[in-house]
């Protein structure tokens, strides 16, 4: 079975195990795991910020990040197909009372002049008061497409003049500094809080960090603790982090480049796929033309061996390229996807 449904997937490889497996470690919550300390510096570098807080996920990085930048009654403003709006249960509301509000985007992006148009005016008194602006590069379900440095820019800047804070959603950051050509840091740095997810990417089992000033840092460890993401020896997923970030993040072009190989393949075979969208790590294929709903061109490709996943948009398939798929598989898939979705089903005259 080849799996693109997600970079998600990977398991660790075993170089990664054996880092794992002689981690110095120690009891985390007191900040004495030296390997969970050594990553929180080595990440907060990496991500161009002063401080950086260890985390198990990324949807509780997001979380955090969001409660320290905010109070309950705020408003949040995101592109409105954004992972923090559609796909962590509603947290920013139930976690940090914040109100959430969606803005139409452009290939995942918002422009400074929507921003502009949103945010309330909070000297009226019975107004929730415009706060967080949270962007996410890559941004997930427009299909990994990139924020660029100048759009990042722009936002935040305009974000800074009318007192906002920003938030940047990088579970996939190293993606984009990648597709970019820049030092993640790059990225990071243009924003008052940054996440990074480990087990995308990155290959790691798990793990994630938010980073940030040491002021807001200091906050978001509380937060941690408030959260249930105060851990012990922890330093066992630490060291697959440092692996990571010694290992994987070079490796991260070779997923793009299989990306464009099976994309341009497929839409040679004559499937609808859109070559401009596949800027990083994902492809995407619009089996509308094709008679099929989303779930019967999955089942096919699964009896193919090929798993793919759906996406918020009703008849586009992605297959996210990573860590456990290489250049046979991206060969094999790409007879296999159209030999699965080769043959029209077609109603009964
Ligand atoms: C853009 C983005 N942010 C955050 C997350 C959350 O990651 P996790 O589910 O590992 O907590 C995801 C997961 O797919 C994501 O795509």
Redesign the pocket.
Known sequence: MIDFR?D?TTRPTRAMRDAIANAEVGDEQEREDPTVNELERRAAAFLGQEEAVFL???????QIALRILSEPGDELLAEET???LL??QGGPAVFSGLVMRGLPGHRGRIAPEQIRGAVRRYTATHMPRTRVVSI?N???SSGGRVWTLAEIDAVAETARELDLRVHL????IVNAATALGVPTAEIGRRVDVV?L?L??GLGCP?G?LVAGSAELMATARRAKHLFGGAMRQAGIVAAAGLYALDHHVERIADDHARARRLAEALAAAGLAVDLEQVETNFVQIDVGSLALTADEALARLAAEGVRLSDTIHPTILRALTHLDVDDDAIDRAAELIPRALGVPIRADP
């Open positions: 997600s998600t198990p996920t990324a949807t509780m990085a997001n954004s992972h923090v796909y962590e996410e890559t941004h997930n959603d990088g579970a996939r996440t997810c087990s995308k798990l994630a």
